[in-house]
C-alpha cells in the first residue's frame, strides 16, 4: 500500500515555542491531507482538511491561529503547533489521501508531542 | 450529526477464543467504512474497509467484519485470537470525497492465555 511518513516521531519543547510536524506521501500525491489528535487513551479527533494549494479547513473547536497547517505540495503538509503549551502535549496523526477522493486515506505513524 | 459508537471500552478474550468487536455508524448516508488496529504508541493500521458490494469483508490478520445496513452495524470478527491480538481498535467512518474520519472511541482488545 502507499506510504505515508510523518516525521518527527516524538518531540519534547518548551513551553511557548512553536513546533513543526512534518507529513510526507512516499510514493503518491496527495491532493488532500487530513491531521487529527489523539488524547492518551481516547479516540482520534479530525482538527483539519488540507488541500494542496488551497487554505485548511478546520473543525469546530479548533484554533487554526494555533494550529497551523501548510500543504505547499502533493507530497508534503505540515503542522505547527505555535506557541505551545503543555494542554498541547498530544499523539498527532496525519492521512493522506490520493486524487481519487472517497477512499482509502493511509495514516503515518503519529508524532508524540510533550510540551514541559 | 455524524457519529461512530463502539460500545464496548474493553474487551477480554482468551487466546484461541473467538471475537467480535461492535461498531454502529450514524451517517446521512452509507458511509465508507474502516476498521483499524492502533499498538501503544503506534500509528494506525487497517485491518479492512467497506466501500460497497459483497457486505461481509475480508481484511488482513484474519479478521472479517459484516456491514448491515438494518441495524447501521459494521462489526468485526475474528475466529481464534492470537496473544498478537491485544490492541486497541478503532472503528471509523467517511462520507467519501474529501471527508475526513470520524473515529469510534475505540475498544482496547485484552487477550487472556
Known amino acids: 500500500g502507499a506510504v505515508v511518513s510523518q516525521h518527527p516521531s516524538w518531540v519534547i519543547c518548551k513551553s511557548g515555542t512553536s513546533v513543526k510536524i512534518e507529513c510526507r506521501s512516499l510514493?503518491?500525491?496527495?491532493?488532500?491531507m487530513f491531521w487529527y489528535r489523539q488524547f492518551p487513551k481516547q479516540s482520534l479527533m479530525l482538527m483539519a482538511t488540507?488541500?494542496?494549494?488551497?487554505?485548511?479547513?478546520?473543525e469546530q473547536g479548533v484554533e487554526k491561529d494555533k494550529f497551523l497547517i501548510n500543504h505547499a505540495s502533493l507530497t508534503l503538509s505540515t503542522l505547527t503547533v505555535t506557541s505551545a503549551h503543555p494542554e498541547d502535549s498530544s499523539f498527532y496523526i496525519c492521512?493522506?489521501?490520493?486524487?481519487?477522493?472517497?477512499?482509502?486515506?493511509?495514516f503515518g505513524q503519529g508524532t508524540r508531542l510533550t510540551v514541559v | 450529526a455524524q457519529s461512530v459508537t463502539q460500545p464496548d471500552i474493553h474487551i477480554t478474550v482468551s487466546e484461541g477464543a473467538s471475537l467480535e468487536l461492535r461498531c454502529n455508524y450514524s451517517?446521512?448516508?452509507?458511509?465508507?467504512l474502516f476498521w483499524y488496529v492502533q499498538s501503544p504508541g503506534q500509528g494506525l493500521q487497517l485491518l479492512l474497509k467497506?466501500?460497497?458490494?459483497?457486505?461481509l469483508v475480508q481484511g488482513i490478520k484474519g479478521f472479517e467484519a459484516e456491514f448491515k445496513r438494518s441495524q447501521s452495524s459494521f462489526n468485526l470478527r475474528k475466529p481464534s485470537v492470537h496473544w498478537s491480538d491485544a490492541a486497541e481498535y478503532f472503528c471509523?467512518?467517511?462520507?467519501?470525497?474529501?471527508?475526513?474520519?470520524?473515529f469510534g472511541k475505540g475498544t482496547h482488545l485484552i487477550i487472556q492465555p
Open positions: 492521512s493522506a489521501q490520493g486524487p481519487g477522493g472517497g477512499t482509502e486515506a493511509f
Open positions: 510514493d503518491f500525491q496527495a491532493t488532500t
Open positions: 467497506y466501500f460497497s458490494g459483497d457486505t
Open positions: 471509523a467512518a467517511s462520507g467519501g470525497g474529501a471527508d475526513g474520519l470520524t
Open positions: 451517517y446521512g448516508a452509507t458511509p465508507y
Open positions: 488540507s488541500n494542496e494549494g488551497s487554505k485548511a479547513t478546520y
